[in-house]
C-alpha cells in the first residue's frame, strides 16, 4: 500500500520541486513481511518515506527459523535529471523482550539496483530487556543514485533484519518486533 503524506516547509535550492518525485512502483518480500504486512508513505515534498510493519517479528518461542527474519522493500521512483538522491538517516521503533542470557540484533541497509554498494546500520540488544525501543542513525557519506539524462528511475532497495539468539539460555526466550510505527527514511538530494 501507497500513501502520500503532506509535509510543509520550505523547499530546498537542493531538492526537486514538490510533486516532482514519484513512486512508480513499490514491492517487498521476505520471510519478516508476508503478503498484506507492509505499508509506505511517502511524503509530498521528497524528503522522506516511512515504511510500516505489521508482522516483522523474531522469536525464540517458534521453531529455529523463527530467530532471523528479513523484509526487503524496493521502491521505484521517478525524479527530474538534474538531481540524484540517497539516504540521509534512518529511524527504526518496536518493542522486545529479552530473557537473561538472551541477545539479538537490528539491521537497516540500503542501496540502489544496479550499482555497487551497501549502507549499512545495526543494533545489538542484550537480556534481561523488556521496553519500547527506538534508534536512529544518520549516514555521514550517503551512496548516492546515478545522473540521468531524461526523467530518471531508480529502484532504492532498503532491507530489514532482525535477529534473536537463545544463547546459553537454559530458560526463558524473547523477540524483536518492528512495530506499526514507521521505520523513518530521510532522503537527502544533490544536484548531478
Not at 56 to 79: D, G, M
Not at 82 to 96: D, L
Not at 99 to 127: C, E, L
Not at 156 to 175: E, N, Q, W
Request: aromatic share 10%; proline share 6%; with cysteine.
Amino acid at each position: 500500500m501507497i500513501t502520500q503524506l503532506a509535509c510543509p516547509g520550505q523547499v530546498s535550492a537542493l531538492q526537486p520541486p514538490p510533486g516532482s518525485v514519484k513512486i512508480d512502483n513499490f514491492s517487498y518480500a521476505g520471510s519478516g513481511c508476508p503478503p498484506g504486512s507492509v505499508e509506505l508513505v511517502m511524503s509530498d515534498d521528497g524528503k522522506a518515506m516511512r515504511l510500516k510493519f505489521t508482522k516483522h517479528l523474531a522469536t525464540t518461542y517458534k521453531s529455529a527459523a523463527h530467530r532471523k527474519r528479513k523484509c526487503i522493500t524496493s521502491v521505484r521512483l521517478s525524479y527530474p535529471p538534474e538531481f540524484v538522491v540517497g539516504v540521509g538517516s534512518i529511524s527504526v521503533s518496536g518493542y522486545a523482550k529479552l530473557d537473561g542470557g538472551v541477545s539479538g540484533s537490528i539491521s537497516a541497509s540500503y542501496y540502489f539496483s544496479g550499482q555497487r554498494g551497501t549502507v549499512r546500520s545495526k543494533r545489538a540488544m542484550k537480556g534481561p530487556f523488556e521496553d519500547s525501543f527506538e534508534f536512529g542513525d544518520s549516514f555521514i557519506m550517503p551512496m548516492y543514485s546515478t545522473c540521468g539524462t531524461e526523467q530518471t528511475q531508480q529502484t532504492l532497495s532498503m532491507v530489514t533484519d532482525i535477529k534473536v539468539s537463545p544463547g546459553r539460555a537454559a530458560k526463558g526466550g524473547g523477540f524483536i518486533r518492528v512495530d506499526s510505527t514507521p521505520q523513518i527514511w530521510d532522503l537527502v538530494w544533490e544536484r548531478c
